[in-house]
C-alpha cells in the first residue's frame, strides 16, 4: 500500500519554473518507477517524464531540456523541475508509482497538481 500526495503546483508566467513533489508514504519506494503524467480536458492524458528504481529517466519530447525528474528515496520523494514553462504546459500533473510483483502490477495514483502557465 503506497499513498502518493502531490504539492508545489501553481500560476507561473512563460518562462518561468516550478518545482512539482510527489511525497510516498509506504515501504520499499525505492523499489518503483515514478512516472509524471499530465491532463488537460479535452486532451488526452500524456506521458511527462519517467524515473526508475534504478534512476534512469525518459521525457516526453514536449519536455525534453526544459524538465528534470530525480528522486530522493531517503525522502520517499519524487520531483519534477519544470523550467521554461509554456503556456501549452498548463494541465493538472499526476504522479504514478508502480512496480511488478510476482506477476502483477502495483500501480498507484496521487490526487493531482493544477500548474497553469500564463502571463
Known amino acids: 500500500q503506497v499513498q502518493l500526495v502531490e504539492s508545489g503546483g501553481g500560476l507561473v508566467q512563460p518562462g518561468g519554473s516550478l518545482r512539482l513533489s510527489c511525497a510516498a508514504s509506504?515501504?520499499?519506494?525505492?523499489?518503483?518507477?515514478v512516472n509524471w503524467y499530465r491532463q488537460t480536458p479535452g486532451k488526452q492524458r500524456e506521458l511527462v517524464a519517467t524515473i526508475r528504481s534504478g534512476g534512469s529517466a525518459n521525457y516526453a519530447d514536449s519536455v525534453t531540456g526544459r524538465f528534470t525528474i530525480s528522486r530522493d528515496n531517503a525522502k520517499n520523494t519524487v520531483y519534477l523541475q519544470m523550467n521554461s514553462l509554456k503556456p501549452e504546459d498548463t494541465a493538472v500533473y499526476y504522479c504514478n508509482a508502480y512496480r511488478l510483483l510476482f506477476g502483477s502490477f502495483l500501480d498507484y495514483w496521487g490526487q493531482g497538481t493544477q500548474v497553469t502557465v500564463s502571463s
Open positions: 509506504g515501504s520499499d519506494f525505492s523499489l518503483y518507477a
